[in-house]
């Protein structure tokens, strides 16, 4: 049998033959015609003939299309079998398998498809217009009406094109009547049928279903429709949670990615419960939607609305479920979510945080809160029959669980996928790095250190390996991404960084240890040699030992410490360059490498101390009477004899002193027994003075012993001897000495409360005191009770078991202290009970009223006078009225008022102790409720229980009414602003009136009672309130619409906008604060009408307005005529530049940039220059060898027309334009001091574009940041944001959203828009920025420039002379918080020199370099008798850094400038009038002027000419406040007499560390977002303000951390502004400087210290005489009339301080407390006080 395809292919060969032949001879084949009778009317035969004609027309030309495609096909077909490899010919096909009914099925089959292929007629345009014009107009309009039409058509033009293919071949072809055919669906065509019956006997029974389908098939109703068409429109168009785009906005952590789900599905969800969902109830709620509803059907009706509701939201949960799992298929790559993960390294593990299971927990957790979601939403039926009795029936919205299933699959299976690249990049760290993290190689380095053969080489090379590694694993990548995950592999790295370097400091630590081991025991050796040699011996025996231990140290301990210290050098090379050394490290490498110069100085000292001509040979021989040596000296038998004897006399002395001192501690020993037995309090004095003598006599024992100890150890006793008695007797007394002292302190405190003035007791303090006291009391008995039960427990040991039972019954006698203790307490217990009694009497609100009516309860006078005390108060028996006088005494609280500036209104004070009382009072009240005997008095209590209340919250609103009041009154004080805002002025003329009246009645009677009970005082004051809220909001929005109007208010606080607004009618008045809104203008040029004709710049350049601006015309608005200045001064400025740039050709260069404003020659210059390059270049090399020629002729006559612009900054500039051209952000990035701030400015000027710099902190939230943002936003100027990083993660969050809505608008060209938002994450905050690194900028090219630009000609040679100088101090000084080297220091110098040039430009510019920063007054008289020497080039560099080296820096320092400018001396500034003014202002204070005070003061002074801002720095006791508080003094003492040109100084000291960052700098109210001004604010503000050219300083005196000082950036940087979170900038002006007192600044960061001066000062520099000068100085006349004891106590002081200099301060202050005990009773100053408190640290202003 041949196979089915063989059959196939020879039928289709047969009949390709078959119709091969046909076709040649050009005809159709036709099949037979089917004949049919019937009759037929004349009208019917014509209509038939019009159809045959037709028919012929249409099957010629059919005929014609089937004939070329019948052909094309046989082509075709011959063709394809001619080309096959013909298989064996087929056998002959039976008749039973190819019959005459299959090929007549397969002919048939053939010819139909060939007329299926035939062109059909389209549908006419009239066709579709016609079906349109069918549909009602309701539904063709709405949201997507038209799209579903369109797509209905589409079908519609489908199926038309299918039947009439269909009509085609039924009209074409006649289906044969074989078996194979019976599914075709090609019938006979239909004809009309004949003859039948038009009527409607079937229309009754048509309208009755159709009536009854209307009525029972709801989904037809017109609210179905109205619900289909809201879900429609609602629910159609969203998905629950859009998740297409989340790839697009970067990687995304499995948290936040959790958060969000869930957050947007509850907001799109409350969304539809909102919006959506009361839209579909409100349709049903509606009387009229189902009226036509019989009531029967009802619940069939709801049961369709819910089925039909459950559908709509099953299906956009199934919609959103689909599109999360489209987004993992691989065709959506594009879109395929990226995640966030770690490689960590965590307990040594290496593995992925999250988790994989994480990962995909997470992913599926996507798919749980979907489905989860939509829940609670109730039925229609059930939320319109709701109620308490009924429960709620909610909407099905359950998810089919196979679609639940079927995503989860599909799910984890794209995970695990997608996850295989990144568990592959794991598995190859661990392979790598395992070895690190199991502790093999920890085992390796361990070993290796226990082998103590290693040598020093050995370790260095394991160090140079594991550091290779550590190179290695840094210069992996960090970020690592996936399709499905972005690895983050910087912990890994860390982990595997820190284990590598682990390894090597391991290594370095062995080698470092061992190197610190080796010096310290050389330096040992020496020091054990300094010490012998320095040692005064006390006897002949020492002295001999002292010479032979030199000699041999002379010899050969110095030869090996020598090799030693060699061996130490070589280590040292190696450790210097891959050890950190701490301070002490360093401090001993020092001293041990120094030690061989050292000790020599040693050796020479001890030669010229060794004689020993001056010793005594008597003692001489008795020490040595037993030794080989001694006998040696001693010649003959009378010398031995003499030796003895004097030994037995020493020996004698030392028995009896050492019986002596036995004797008398038994003595003392008895005398301390007998005062256990202290028991009787009125003997208490009689005891102390016991304890005294015991006392006294105990350190005269001391003193015995101390030279007991001495001889014994001469005579070399074996056993020495030891008092245990001392130890026991103070163990006895000392105890009771804090007894004695505590009870006689709280009987003398006791008689002083109980017999003192009875009006002069405080209650809280007595309360607190007595507290103390009893503590005291109790650790003291509970001491006492211890050692009573130590000493039972000791006698029942010594006397037995049998002796404790006969003693049970008897009474165990008590010890003295513990009666005493016992009998203090009950004291105290009973003057505790006192203490009520004081609250209530002696309450400073009492007036005589009150003793009044409190003596007529007592029936008695018991008013108070002069001779009043407690104890004649407690006498009176007044206890049982105590209740009643406690009520009166509450009543006597009142409020304190104080006058508010001059308005004759008075305002609340404190009202914190009111407020005290108020809370006691309630609380009592309520615990009295509580009681269960309350009923017979509970109505009266429960009335004044509701007063109470009612007070404490009418306070509470009297205080907001003020608080608001006084923020408002200056405002609406003003009446400009009473006009601009008539509506919110009149609710503050009511407010005002009401608030007068108010503190009208409390000023009458002040009592707390009297004044919150006026009758609707609460509701007034409420009232107010709420007319104040009122007002606020009105006063926002005003100020809003005024900064929409002029953008540029949005940079000025509110403060500062009703300044302005305030002053209407007098523009003049405008103008101090011009320069916030235009940094550039400094004044304005006003016409007598007060027409605007010029602006001046700072500088006083002046451009003329093209067009005059007339202010009256504004009619007091101010914004507007601001608005129009900014638009005249733009077109004036580009008026100037055209100008400019026609005059450029025609008039000499050194000419034309006189004429015209710096800006505009500027501009001009540099386009001419743009020109005249291209011009050069094309002209060959010869043209720009001749430009260059001529622009060094230009810089050599006009040198300040080159711009500052360095390879960095030109860079940073083409980086900033290009995102600027792209609408984004900058985001220069670098060290502090490399210009970011500057070079951003600087560009906006070269655009003239406003920038506006803030100094960005934490406390900044997104509402300032917003109106900052419509400020930029709608003025279109530039912001720079300074410390932008340390604004809150969560604020960055909202910013985010802000920047990139303000892009966005900028892309679409938009006029308004909408940027609230808190979508975006701060992830995606850097992409809308452009980063720029700025890292090392050129200082010596920097310098060239600034120095060109001040005038100089040779600015080269002078900026590499200075920039050299820093570089060195920075490579060998020591590194020290506040040094630094970098471009701000370098600045300071270059600015100061062309201050210099301009003042003397005949000068040479070498001296003028140098004497940048000499004092003017020795500057000026060197130049008036033209003293400048080539010898002074250093001065500049000296004064800049020498006061703020350490004292160990300065030799180093002098040694830079020695080795780079030889030879040179400096000669001595001329300060005469400056230290005259400091001798008369340091006697006056009573201080010393001592060679180093005269230096700090001259080195503040100098950096207060070139610093706006510096620091003092330096340990307690160094004097930073005296140099400063004298200083002021002086400036103001030369102001007075004319001298040097100087201002009076006024100040004030802040402390930053004692309040809060919104008491230092101002807070926002956090409800009512209100500000108020901090300390810091205030004070610039004033000082800003004032005009007088009086200096201002500002005083920071106290500790310096990131969290407050990155704040003062700004201002410390050349910005010089202060930027508060309200919005406000305040500039300092020139007469104020920034000064800070501080200790160190370890916490301060690079960026602070760069922009401040340092000046610091060593109390070891100081010395101790000032101090003890200053005091005694500073004595009373009678004290000082015992001077003579004094000076020997001076004396003593200087011997100690001797030893002690050179310390640290808290090295000083141990020393100065051991000290302070050898000083009682003599008349030393307060820095000696016994007691070590804190206060130590600041003592006196002590210099």
Sequence with gaps: MAEPKSAVRTVENGLAKKSKTVLNNGTIPKLPPIVQERSVSAKQRRQTLLKHRRKDEVQGLMDKILYQRALSSMEETVSRNESQVMSPKPPKFPDTMMSEQRKQRMNYQFLKSCVAQAPIVTMQDSSKNSILSMIPKKCKEGKGRKERIDALFDEVITEYEDSMKKATIQQVLVKPAIKGLEQDDNLTPFEEPLGLDFSTPWHQSVQKNKTKIRNRLHLLHPAMQQVLNMCHNTLGSIMLIDLTNLRMKGPVSTNDLRNDVKLELEKTETKLRNQWYPEILRLFVAKNTISDIRPELLDSFYNCVSVLLSNQLKMLKNQTIEGWVRLFKPDNSDFLPCFKLQLVLDDNIMQFYPTFDDLKDTVLYVVDEITKCMQNFQTVQSWMSASSETQAVYIDVKTAEFIIKQASKQLTQAVTENFEHAQRYLDSYIDEYKYLVNGDAIKVVEDFMADEEHEFKDYTTEIAKYKKLCDDIRQLDTLVTFPLVRLDCSDLKRGLFDKAKQLADMLLHKIATDHRNENISICKEYEHIEEQCLKEAKNTEELMEQQLFIENARSLGTIQLTDRIKEVKKRLDYLLNNHLFSQEDLELNSMTVTWPKRIQPIFDKNDEVSDLSGLDWIGFVSVFAGSCSARLLCKGTHCLQVVDKVRRERETVLTEKREAVVLELSKLKAKAFDIKECGDMDQLTTYTNELRVIQKRMNDVRENIVFVSKEEELFKVNEPTEFPEVDEINAIIEPYQRLFGIVSKWLKTERKWMDGAFLDLNSETISNEVQEYWTEIFKVNKFFQQIKKKEMLGKANKEGVKRKKEDKDEPAEEMSAIVVCNKIMDQIKDFKEYIPVISILCNPGIRERHWVKMSEIAQKDITPDSGTSLRKVLKQDLMPFMEEFETISGSASKFNLIDYRDSGVKILASVDEIQQVLDDQIVKTQTMRGSPFIKPFETEIKAWEEK????????????????????????????????????????????????????????????????????????????????????????????????????????????????????????????????????????????????????????????????????????????????????????????????????????????????????????????????????????????????????????????????????????????????????????????????????????????????????????????????????????????????????????????????????????????????????????????????????????????????????????????????????????????????????????????????????????????????????????????????????????????????????????????????????????????????????????????????????????????????????????????????????????????????????????????????????????????????????????????????????????????????????????????????????????????????????????????????????????????????????????????????????????????????????????????????????????????????????????????
């Design 948 to 1743: 109470l209340m009612r007070m404490q919250e009418t306070i509470d609103e009297w205080l907001k009414v003020q608080s608001q009041w006084l923020y408002l009154e200056p405002i609406f004080s003003s009446p400009d602003i009473m006009s601009q805002m008539p509506e919110e002025g009149r609710l503050f003329t009511i407010v005002d009136k009401t608030w007068k009246d108010v503190m009208r009645h409390a000023s009458k009677d002040p009592k707390v009672i009297p004044a919150t009970s006026l009758t609707g005082l609460l509701e007034k004051l409420k009232d107010n309130n709420e007319l104040l809220d009122k007002i606020l909001k009105g006063l926002n929005a005003y100020l809003e619409k005024k900064r929409l109007y002029f953008p540029r208010f949005f940079f000025l606080s509110n403060d500062e906008m009703l300044e302005i607004l305030s002053e209407t009618k007098d523009p003049t008045r405008v103008e101090p604060h011009l320069k916030k809104c235009f940094e550039g203008i400094a004044k304005l040029l006003f016409s007598p009408s007060l027409d605007i004709l010029a602006i001046y710049s700072a500088e006083s350049e002046q451009v003329k307005l093209i067009e005059t601006i007339n202010t009256v015309e504004a009619k007091g608005a101010v914004e507007k005529w601001l608005l129009t200045l900014e638009d005249v001064m733009l077109r004036s400025i580009r008026d100037v530049i055209d100008r400019s740039r026609e005059a450029y050709a025609n008039e000499p260069r050194q000419k034309w940039v006189l004429e015209w404003p710096g800006q505009v020659v500027l501009c001009v210059s540099q386009i001419y220059w743009t020109l005249e390059v291209h011009e050069a270049i094309r002209e060959g090399p010869k043209g720009l060898l001749d430009y260059h020629k001529k622009l060094q002729a230009q810089m050599g006559d006009i040198v300040q027309l080159v711009r500052v612009i360095t390879p960095l900054t030109d860079r940073c500039y083409r980086t900033l334009i290009g995102a600027f051209h792209l609408n984004l952000g900058g985001a220069p990035e670098g060290p502090a001091g490399t210009g970011k701030t500057e070079t951003t400015k600087d560009l906006a000027k070269a655009l003239a574009v406003q920038c506006v710099v803030f100094n960005c902190s934490d406390g900044l939230d997104y509402l300032a940041m917003g109106k900052f943002f419509k400020g930029l936003a709608s003025s279109g100027a530039w912001a720079c944001f300074d410390e932008f990083n340390r604004i809150e993660l969560e604020v960055l969050s909202v910013v985010a959203q802000q920047i990139l809505s303000i892009q966005r608008a900028v892309q679409d060209h938009l006029e308004t828009f909408v940027f609230e938002g808190t979508t975006l994450l701060p992830d995606n905050l850097k992409v809308l920025f452009r980063t720029v690194a700025m890292m090392v900028p050129d200082y010596a090219l920097i310098g060239e420039i600034s120095l060109y630009s001040y005038g100089f000609l040779d600015a080269r040679n002078l900026a590499v002379k200075i920039v050299m100088t820093y570089r060195l101090c920075s490579e060998q000084l020591s590194s020290q918080p506040h040094y630094d080297y970098g471009m701000r220091a370098v600045k300071s110098v270059l600015v100061a020199a062309g201050n210099l040039k301009l003042k003397f430009p005949d000068e040479r510019e070498d001296i003028l370099v140098t004497f940048q920063n000499c004092s003017i007054s020795c500057l000026i008289f060197n130049l008036m008798f033209n003293l400048f020497t080539s010898e002074q080039l250093l001065r500049s560099i000296k004064d800049v850094n020498l006061p703020k080296f350490l004292s160990h820096d300065i030799p180093l320092f002098n040694g830079i400038i020695s080795d780079l400018f030889p030879g040179v001396t400096l000669p001595e500034a001329d300060y005469s009038d400056f230290l005259q003014a400091a001798r008369d202002k340091c006697e006056e204070f009573k201080l010393q002027c001592v060679p180093i005070f005269q230096e700090k003061l001259i080195q503040t002074y100098e950096m207060l000419l070139v610093r706006h801002g510096f620091m003092l720095v330096g340990e307690p006791f160094s004097g930073k406040t005296s140099v400063l508080h004298t200083l002021a003094e002086m400036l103001t003492l030369l102001n007075d007499r004319e001298q040097m040109e100087e201002q009076k100084t006024i100040y004030k000291t802040i402390n930053p560390k004692s309040i809060t960052m919104g008491q230092l700098y101002g807070m926002f109210d956090p409800v009512s977002h209100e500000w108020s001004d901090g300390v810091v604010a205030k004070t610039f503000r004033e000082f800003a303000h004032t005009e007088t050219p009086d200096r201002k300083w500002v005083l920071f005196d106290g500790p310096i951390d990131a969290v407050w000082i990155e704040n003062m950036n700004t201002v410390l940087d050349d910005n010089k502004k202060l930027c508060l979170m309200s919005g406000e900038i305040i500039k300092m002006s020139d007469p104020m400087t920034l000064i800070f007192e501080v200790m160190d600044l370890t916490q301060a960061s690079p960026a602070t210290v760069s922009r401040c001066g340092m000046i610091y000062l060593e109390p070891s520099q100081l010395g101790w005489e000032p101090i003890m000068k200053s005091w005694i100085s500073d004595m009373p006349e009678e004290r000082y009339a015992r001077r003579n004891k004094q000076r020997s106590d001076c004396g003593l002081v200087r011997m100690a301080c001797a030893s002690v200099r050179g310390l640290r301060c808290s090295q000083l202050q141990g020393q100065i407390y051991k000290l302070s005990h050898s000083f009682q009773g003599s008349n030393l100053p307060c820095v000696l006080s016994s007691d070590p408190s804190p206060n130590f640290k600041r003592g006196h202003s002590l210099v």
